[in-house]
């Protein structure tokens, strides 16, 4: 039972162009959400956050999306840059619980 | 500030032998959580400690255990190993309930 989804394996944008990535969930529980970047051969590393109170949350380049209703959310990255190019994972969580990972969407932004 | 580290790397261990992993958190941090990054799993939780308890625990068999030393520093164990144990096993650290998790860079257990 996959309570964070990301469909899209993979996805290819150029550089500059903006990037998209989704993510759903089915815990109507969760009330807290992230997003965290992987480089091969490193750990995640924390990207942005977003309460459930909100429905927008911006950092720089990075902007999450929070729709309540619909349980996804989505990464915005604008513009895409070469070094963006990683593995990105979806999080949720529900009160003092551990993080709940998506499987991951691989990045490539095409110079 | 050192971040949390992870020994050892890489780690190749035969089928039905135990493998012990190690994680030292960043200072100050009291929570330690264990994930496995199996190929296409994604990261599945595994092992919760703080305060040099057990929290809470993934969906996994008990032969996954493990445990918190006074320091905070944490060590997963895995007996009786089986060949799709192999993955990248990352350990993370947070100040309790916060939810900015910093991972370490991950040991690869590959067993043959």
């Known amino acids: 039972d996959q309570q964070v989804k990301q469909n899209s394996p993979s996805l290819s944008v150029q550089e500059g162009r903006i990037s998209i990535l989704n993510c759903d969930y089915t815990?109507?529980?969760?009330?807290?959400f992230l997003w965290y970047k992987k480089y091969p051969a490193e750990g995640p590393t924390f990207l942005i956050s977003i309460s459930s109170i909100k429905d927008k949350n911006e950092d720089g380049r990075f902007t999450v999306f929070l729709n309540k209703s619909a349980k996804h959310l989505s990464l915005h990255i604008v513009p895409s840059q070469p070094g963006d190019s990683a593995v990105y994972f979806c999080?949720?969580?529900?009160?003092?619980?551990?993080?709940?990972f998506g499987k991951g969407t691989r990045l490539s932004v095409i110079a | 500030e050192a971040g949390v580290t992870q020994s050892p790397t890489h780690l190749i261990k035969t089928r039905g032998q135990q493998a012990t992993l190690r994680c030292s958190p960043i200072?100050?941090?009291?929570?330690v959580y264990w994930y496995q990054q199996a190929l296409g799993l994604g990261l599945q939780f595994l092992l919760w400690?703080?305060?040099?308890?057990?929290?809470n625990r993934g969906n996994f068999p008990p032969r996954f255990s493990g445990r918190q030393f006074p320091n905070y520093s944490s060590e997963l164990n895995v007996n009786a190993l089986e060949l799709e144990d192999s993955a990248l096993y990352l350990c993370?650290?947070?100040?309790?309930?916060?939810?900015?998790?910093?991972f370490g860079s991950g040991t690869r257990l590959t067993v043959v």
């Open positions: 993370a650290s947070s100040l309790t309930e916060y939810y900015g998790y910093t």
């Open positions: 400690y703080d305060e040099g308890e057990e929290r």
């Open positions: 200072s100050g941090h009291t929570s």
């Open positions: 815990n109507s529980m969760f009330d807290y």
């Open positions: 999080a949720a969580s529900s009160g003092n619980t551990p993080l709940v």
